[in-house]
């Protein structure tokens, strides 16, 4: 079983719709969760992070965390086009801020005008 | 916002030779960089984790004589990929943490990355 875990897809969405992106988790002690954004042949940047179950709210996106059933997810709304991209789920590993950083194998997004 | 700049952005080289790839960060101190590889259409897999002034830790599966890791100051580490062979070739991509702020948490500021290509 891998630690972080996602759909690779490519999910599919028409322009204005809500893109759903999920990702699960091994590692039951993990805290700190993220989300990143890789274009084609570019480095990642972060979208999101999120330690506390709930939701977090950052402009079109939201980040969903639920440590009891170890997932994590991020909501886009009103997708664009320009958010076609790979998105990449990382969970820190162990209970420590300093743990290094699992990330899941992405989950590419396309977004049809 | 902090900045991490890497060197180069990609390189064609010949098998058997090494490549260095440097990784800075502009605008703070990094006491920990990481380094990743990113095959295509394949996650980030880290490969090692570099501490200024000490030695890097590998990850499993990981060879550090193939893969040399210098540290050698707070704005500077660099990735030599030595006797480079065609497996090789991959996205090599470089993190930076900053210790000294809160920042270092997210472990957001990566580097441009390089294209590697070993023919």
């Known amino acids: 079983q891998k630690e972080v875990e996602q759909n690779s897809g490519p999910l599919s969405v028409p322009e204005g719709a809500i893109a759903s992106l999920n990702c699960t988790y091994s590692?039951?002690?993990?805290?700190?969760f993220f989300w990143y954004r890789q274009y084609s042949g570019k480095s990642p940047e972060l979208i999101m992070s999120?330690?506390?179950?709930g939701d977090k709210e950052d402009g079109r996106f939201t980040a969903q965390l639920n440590k009891a059933s170890q997932y994590v997810s991020l909501l886009i709304r009103d997708s664009q086009p320009s958010d076609s991209a790979t998105y990449l789920c990382?969970?820190?590993?162990?209970?420590?801020?300093?743990?290094?950083?699992?990330f899941g194998q992405g989950t590419t997004l396309q977004v049809k005008p | 916002g902090a900045v991490v700049s890497q060197h180069p952005s990609w390189v064609i080289c010949k098998s058997g030779t090494s490549v260095k790839i440097e990784c800075r960060s502009l605008?703070?101190?990094?006491?920990?960089m990481f380094w990743y590889r990113q095959f295509p259409k394949q996650s980030l897999m880290l490969m090692a984790t570099?501490?200024?002034?000490?030695?890097?830790?590998?990850e499993q599966g990981v060879e550090k004589d193939k893969f040399l890791i210098n540290h050698a100051s707070l704005t500077l580490s660099t990735l030599t990929v030595t006797s480079a062979h065609p497996e090789d070739s991959s996205f090599y991509i470089c993190?930076?943490?900053?210790?000294?702020?809160?920042?270092?948490?997210?472990?957001?500021?990566f580097g441009q990355g390089t294209r590697l290509t070993v023919v």
């Open positions: 993190s930076a943490r900053d210790q000294v702020t809160l920042r270092w948490i997210t472990e957001a500021f």
């Open positions: 605008d703070f101190q990094a006491t920990t």
């Open positions: 999120i330690y506390s179950n």
């Open positions: 570099s501490n200024e002034g000490s030695k890097a830790t590998y």
């Open positions: 990382a969970a820190r590993h162990g209970s420590s801020n300093t743990g290094k950083l699992i």
């Open positions: 590692d039951r002690v993990s805290q700190s």
